[in-house]
């Protein structure tokens, strides 16, 4: 019996703009997934930054990262995406070029190094080619990239001069963000090798907190004042852009089968029980050793459940879902509850929002466990080495958590090295950190505005009659005394 014939909204060729190799399903979820990465970036991490911080670095700490997103995007369709997922340049790197003609973008993604071969030269996978345009591709990994130094930004606020930080963008994700994505996910050594990271543990998060801890280091800390009394100016807020952010990561781990499948779902229900758990789990260790429940704790445990799933999120099972989300809510709050107050490495180095702990401790513990949870049957949907399995799977399953290891130290070394290099070439030009009495002042001195209005209409309350004669920097700008 004949299938009947489709619905012309389903037919190819209805227009010039449907090819038939394009999937609508797919495509509408891939720019849906890709705007719901770009809203944790902006508004959710904005908002974060704006409230979690003094109030006095509210609107700084704010444009970073809405400097970094805007900067990325012109950076990755200009050179940065090939670096990624183009064609090999090196095992660790992909040629550069542009992503912005038309006969690129308008013809049917593909990922042209990541064919991957079995050892006599028979193709064992074919080359990733998803069902909608390269437009797609380009920017649902542009806002990965854009998100990962929102991310960085976490832990040089509050003093990392913003010249410096117009200048570290560009070097960052060039010289780093770009190795590890291609190593990972665009056809590297690693990608080839059987190194799992569904999502960005490894590429984003593992990255990001470990260059963000190294930038710390060489911007210096914040000034005494600040590092002894940092209080959030708006918890509420805070609330806010952490459900714009938890919300988000539907499309953050749901996106990266590159489809509307099976695999996306079980990646987005994995995701929020990791995520619960992580946030119960911390609340709870909250309660029984500093006998109160924080707000600002359970957004830092909810964002090391989001951290840990990523690299596994469609690759295991729910119950290990809730494993990961225990230890993601327990071993991160260890490091920064525990040993954060007692070892003197992490008190010498200033990482504000403290994205070590919660990124660079998660992703790579994530990352690990991935090895040890990846189940067989949902391993093949996705990765490209097959028969790839976690640990409790036996048989060969124990490799692979030495891969998620070997993995893990290959990103970490390379941001230490190529973060330290960029600070020190940065320094050479202008300095890492702000002048004395910018950190002094906060906002006012460094954009000429302020977040809140204290008094009427823009106007400030002073003791004083003429109150810039006592300010060691006149305000200007927006801030303007009236």
């Excluded at 970036?41 to 805007?70: C, E």
């Excluded at 509307?260 to 758990?277: E, F, G, H, K, Y």
């Excluded at 309660?287 to 964002?303: D, H, L, Y």
């Excluded at 090895?371 to 799977?393: D, M, R």
Aim: hydrophobic share 50%; charged share 10%; glycine share 12%.
């Amino acid at each position: 019996m004949s299938s009947p014939p489709l619905g012309v909204a389903y037919e190819a060729w209805t227009s010039g703009a449907v090819p038939d190799w394009l999937n609508k399903g797919d495509n509408a979820w891939q720019m849906v997934a890709a705007t719901l990465v770009g809203i944790q970036s902006m508004p959710g991490l904005v908002i974060i930054y704006g409230s979690i911080v003094k109030k006095k670095w509210a609107v700084n700490s704010a444009f970073m990262a809405l400097y970094a997103f805007a900067a990325v995007v012109i950076c990755w369709v200009t050179w940065a995406y090939k670096m990624s997922f183009g064609h090999k340049l090196l095992p660790f790197w992909g040629k550069a070029g542009p992503a912005l003609g038309q006969k690129f973008l308008m013809k049917r993604a593909a990922l042209p190094a990541t064919p991957h071969y079995f050892h006599n030269g028979g193709l064992e996978t074919a080359e990733a080619e998803p069902f909608y345009p390269m437009a797609t591709m380009v920017w649902f990994q542009c806002v990965f990239a854009a998100i990962a130094l929102v991310i960085l930004a976490g832990s040089v606020l509050a003093r990392m001069s913003f010249k410096a930080w117009m200048m570290f963008v560009p070097l960052w994700l060039t010289f780093s963000y770009t190795v590890g994505a291609f190593s990972l996910w665009g056809g590297g050594f690693l990608f080839h090798w059987g190194v799992m990271d569904y999502s960005g543990g490894y590429v984003i998060h593992l990255s990001s907190g470990i260059s963000g801890f190294t930038a710390a280091y060489w911007v210096g800390p914040r000034s005494k004042k600040d590092r002894e009394r940092f209080p959030p100016n708006n918890v509420l807020l805070t609330l806010a852009g952490a459900g714009l952010l938890w919300m988000g990561w539907a499309g953050f781990n749901g996106g990266d089968p590159y489809a509307a499948n099976t695999d996306s779902s079980m990646a987005v229900l994995n995701t929020n029980i990791c995520a619960a758990t992580s946030l119960l789990v911390w609340t709870w260790l909250d309660v029984i050793f500093f006998k109160k429940p924080s707000v600002i704790g359970a957004v830092q445990g909810m964002i090391t459940g989001l951290v840990c799933i990523t690299p596994g999120a469609g690759l295991v099972q729910g119950w290990a879902a809730i494993v990961m989300g225990v230890l993601s809510g327990s071993v991160p709050w260890f490091t920064m509850m525990i040993l954060g107050k007692k070892v003197k490495f992490f008190q010498l180095v200033d990482d504000t929002l403290a994205v070590f702990h919660t990124h660079a401790v998660a992703g790579l513990l994530g990352g690990i466990l991935t090895g040890l949870f990846a189940e067989p049957s949902l391993s093949a949907l996705f990765l490209s080495v097959t028969n790839s399995k976690g640990g409790v799977y036996g048989g060969p399953g124990g490799v692979q958590i030495l891969k998620q290891i070997v993995g893990g130290f290959f990103i970490i070394g390379w941001n230490l090295l190529a973060t330290s290099i960029i600070c020190l070439l940065i320094s050479f030009l202008v300095p890492l950190r702000m002048t004395e009495e910018e950190l002094l002042i906060g906002d006012d001195a460094v954009h000429g505005e302020e977040a809140y209005a204290l008094w009427g209409d823009g106007e400030k309350l002073s003791i004083y009659k003429d109150d810039t004669t006592h300010h060691p920097l006149a305000s200007t700008g927006a801030t303007q005394l009236v």
